[in-house]
């Protein structure tokens, strides 16, 4: 038997919808905006489900894909348009723990509609911060950008779309991951200027990532101006802790290892063989790793090695610079 692919995977996620769908009693028991709504909102209060009148708004207007202002002005109108076996779907998986991106199957990231699913992290608002960041402190010149993790895609894909002249190479090390990442840069128009390259980001960048980034920048210095990551940094021991929705996300994408330090130890020494001189490093953290993450950097000689705190004033975002090869 053979394994299944994770085009296989992608498309699973919707076939119990499908099956639901086949179910339904009739095509037209459709439910207007009100009564969607104060049906989400009674069974998401029932069962006790946290900001049960936002999530009800939110579920409604992505399961339509509207805009809130045409939420408003269809709150008030008797035109049936959700059908009823859609929204008790969608309820019934918020209701099991589901990660309400998932039942939306997309996520917004600085401004940028994404596909997601089982299988690959959510985007969070505080990752927006790091590419907030990095584009602070860059110019609109052309520059090479490598991003370790890409997950969804969405670091890379805001970098390519809000810099026209970068180019990008990303490396996923989840198949089923990669094939949302390749989904959402073929979905944006960015595929010629982001690489995307599936494997462990450590073998990558020691075997395979010289070709990829020939490849992708035509480019004979082989070296990037700007190295981003989101790696993995929960400690093992803390995600037995999480959310029960948030454990329903890939456990590659959140374990950290031991104290959750394991990849930032592994690729900050990588990093000084790939980063030109003067380049910029750009790194995600844990909250209580304010001290550790920039002591590694200091370690391996990187300066200007500077701690910022994400919208919620907690450390989350280390920015660093290497003025010697």
Do not use: C
């Amino acid at each position: 038997m053979r394994k299944p692919l994770a085009r296989d995977v992608l498309a699973g996620t919707r076939k119990e919808e499908r099956q639901t769908a086949d179910d339904r009693q009739t095509a037209d028991d459709r439910l207007t905006i009100q009564r969607a709504y104060q049906y989400a909102y009674r069974i998401l209060q029932t069962a006790q489900v946290e900001n049960a009148a936002q999530m009800a708004h939110l579920l409604i207007r992505g399961l339509l894909n509207l805009e809130g202002s045409a939420f408003a002005r269809l709150y008030t109108e008797d035109v049936p348009l959700l059908p009823r076996w859609s929204l008790t779907y969608a309820l019934k998986q918020l209701q099991q723990g589901m990660p309400f991106h998932y039942v939306l199957g997309e996520s917004d990231f600085m401004g940028l509609r994404l596909k997601v699913g089982p299988g690959v992290l959510i985007p969070r608002i505080e990752t927006e911060g790091l590419v907030e960041g990095i584009l602070k402190r860059t110019g609109e010149v052309t520059h090479r950008v490598l991003d370790i993790g890409t997950g969804s895609g969405a670091i890379a894909l805001a970098l390519a779309v809000k810099r026209p002249l970068w180019r990008v190479v990303a490396i996923e090390k989840s198949p089923v991951a990669a094939l949302y990442a390749k989904t959402n840069m073929r979905m944006h128009g960015v595929t010629r200027r982001v690489h995307l390259i599936v494997g462990d980001a450590l073998t990558v960048l020691a075997d395979r990532l010289q070709g990829a980034a020939d490849r992708a920048v035509r480019a004979p210095e082989k070296m990037f101006h700007v190295i981003v990551s989101n790696p993995p940094y929960i400690a093992r021991d803390a995600l037995a802790f999480l959310p029960p929705s948030v454990q329903k996300e890939p456990r590659l994408a959140l374990d950290g290892g031991k104290d959750g330090l394991f990849l930032y130890q592994k690729l900050v020494p990588l990093f000084r063989q790939w980063l030109m001189p003067g380049g910029l490093v750009a790194l995600e953290i844990g909250y209580d790793q304010g001290e550790t993450v920039p002591r590694i950097l200091r370690t391996y000689g990187f300066q200007d090695v500077m701690l910022v705190r994400d919208v919620f004033g907690q450390p989350r975002y280390v920015y660093a610079s290497l003025t010697s090869s």
